[in-house]
Every structure is written in C-alpha cells, then in structure tokens.
T-cell receptor
Framework: GNSVTQMEGPVTLSEEAFLTINCTYT??????LFWYVQYPGEGLQLLLK?????DKGSNKGFEATYRKETTSFHLEKGSVQVSDSAVYFC????????????FGKGTHLIIQP | DTEVTQTPKHLVMGMTNKKSLKCEQH?????MYWYKQKAKKPPELMFVYSYEKLSINESVPSRFSPECPNSSLLNLHLHALQPEDSALYLCASSPPGRTNTEAFFGQGTRLTVV
C-alpha cells in the first residue's frame, strides 16, 4: 500500500534560518505529491505540489522537488519567518481515482524570533 | 469561489444527541471527502463521494452517517457518539476528470462529545 514518512519534530529554528523537512514515500504507479500546511485551529492549506518526476513545486518561498529515484519530496525554504510556524504534512495521491490522500504524520515547525 | 465552507465551526454535543455537520463547495468539484483529525495526528479518511455516490467507507462506525444531497453539498450526520469521537472533522473536495489531484480543505468543525 501507499505510505509517507516524514520527520515529526518539533523542529525549532531561529528566524532567517534555512529549513529542510524530509519526506519519503512508497506508492504504486505514479503518484502526485503535495505539501500541506496547518496553522493552529485551522484546516489544511495546499502549500505546493508536483505531479511527475523532476517537477519542482514552489510557493511563498517554499520549494520541493519530486525525486523518483530516491522516492523523496523534501520541503525547503531559504529563510524562515515566525509566521511560518505551523504543522506541515507531506501527502500523496495515487490510484488514479478519487481515493483520498495518504498523509505523513506531520512536522511541527516552531520559528523563534 | 475557491472555498470549501464548513458549518458549524465548533459543536458540543451529548452522547444521546443527534447533530449534523455541513460542507459546501461551489468549485464544480465532483469528489468530496470527510476526514477525521485527532490532536497532533494527520487527517484520517472516513468517506469519499464521487459524483454524489459513496465510493469509499473506511470502516467507519454506523453512528457516523454521510449524505451527499447534490454536487455542492456534503453532510455528516452524527448520532450516539462517544467521547473518543471528539476531533476536528475536515471536509475536502477535488476536481473532476483529473487523476491523482490535490484536495481542497475546509476550516473544519471542532467537535466535542460530552
């Protein structure tokens, strides 16, 4: 079956530090990959996505590249802000139909001023 | 309109109550989902509706009863819940005709069962 593995944290960084959150996956076929962000008390927001190998998704300074050879989709940002503090979920969609998303366990990111 | 709207935002109910959660989207999406999220955990899929038909039921207890009256609305009827059912309930939708597509989530209903 499908699975997503990501570092759980919490990850604590200082403002303007470089961020990497690792994500690896196992899936049948050719999945699409996503990063979602969840702020306290809110739903999930799509941060970025990639639908095929070597695609790079980017949004709000965050980037992730779909690496089929290493089955990875690591999230990076060059300079984090306090407002980036949230829980980040790596997820995949596979199977071709409306089967729902498979999520990683989530990484709690804390940015200190 | 690029939103999925859920009501109510918060709900407190007793174990003998009957209540309903509502979800609405006007993006023309034909797949709609209910997820349950416990604190510090990822969302867990409960139900999937595809073109208004229930296509996936992830072995959810019968005290949760989904309904899709039309392509824009999704309800979750609740009856005789247990305290352990307290959680954030998230509705999501995804576009038709595309494979392995992303889902768009609502803000959720925070449910407390007392």
């Amino acid at each position: 079956g499908n699975s997503v593995t990501q570092m759980e944290g919490p990850v604590t960084l200082s403002e303007e530090a470089f961020l990497t959150i690792n994500c690896t996956y196992t899936a049948t076929g050719y999945p699409s990959l996503f990063w979602y962000v969840q702020y306290p008390g809110e739903g999930l927001q799509l941060l970025l996505k990639a639908t095929k190998a070597d695609d790079k998704g980017s949004n709000k300074g965050f980037e992730a590249t779909y690496r089929k050879e290493t089955t990875s989709f690591h999230l990076e940002k060059g300079s984090v802000q306090v407002s980036d503090s949230a829980v980040y979920f790596c997820a995949l969609a596979s199977g071709g139909g409306a089967d729902g998303l498979t999520f990683g366990k989530g990484t709690h990111l804390i940015i200190q001023p | 309109d690029t939103e999925v709207t859920q009501t109510p935002k918060h709900l407190v109910m007793g174990m003998t109550n009957k209540k309903s959660l509502k979800c609405e989207q006007h993006m023309g999406h034909r797949a709609m989902y209910w997820y349950k999220q416990k604190a510090k955990k990822p969302p867990e899929l409960m139900f999937v509706y595809s073109y208004e038909k229930l296509s996936i039921n992830e072995s959810v207890p019968s005290r949760f009863s989904p309904e899709c009256p039309n392509s824009s609305l999704l309800n979750l009827h609740l009856h005789a819940l247990q305290p352990e059912d307290s959680a954030l309930y998230l509705c999501a939708s995804s576009p038709p005709g595309r494979t392995n597509t992303e889902a768009f989530f609502g803000q959720g209903t925070r449910l407390t069962v007392v």
